[in-house]
């Protein structure tokens, strides 16, 4: 093999090395871009103080909106409960103002007033005979009275002495 000439007035100098060339491979590629990537991400990680700041104030800003909202829906929803229970007191109300009408109406009437009186106070039309039936297989018992000698405290003694027993225990008269 023949070596290159030299040209002339160039002294000859150390023999040349072959320049380093590298050949692309695929994977040194994906590493590379990895590599950015990365470096990019990181950039993005660490926020600027600006951005901080722009994020606390709007969390701020929405905390306030939902605050100035909650008060407002509050007493919407407390305003309706209480139209719902006012309602409900209405109907009650109503149902009973029309069971009182009705008594009026009965009471009204002249028949109803008659079959009362009758029922209620044992008060008999002109001409009518009242009749009472005694069963008498009924046994006689006690009266409603009883058979004790009455109290011959007066009522003022009577009464402090009710203040000073123990309820549930008899007493029995001086």
Known sequence: MSTPATPPGKPESTPRR??????????REREKAERNRSQQKAAKRQASPQELTSTVILILVILAVLLAIAVPLRNYYEGRSEIARLNDSIAALEQRKSDLEGDIAKYQDPEYIKQEA???LGVLEPGETAWRIIDPRMTQGEGITT????????????????????????????
Do not use: F, I, K, N
Not at 18 to 27: D, F, G, I, N, Q
Not at 158 to 171: F, H, I, N, T
């Open 118 to 120: 009758r029922r209620r």
């Open 18 to 27: 072959p320049r380093a060339t590298t050949v692309p491979v695929a994977s």
């Open 147 to 174: 058979q004790a000698a009455p109290d011959e405290r007066s009522w003022v003694q009577v009464m402090w002495d009710s203040l000073r027993e123990v309820p549930g225990e008899e007493r029995a008269p001086e």
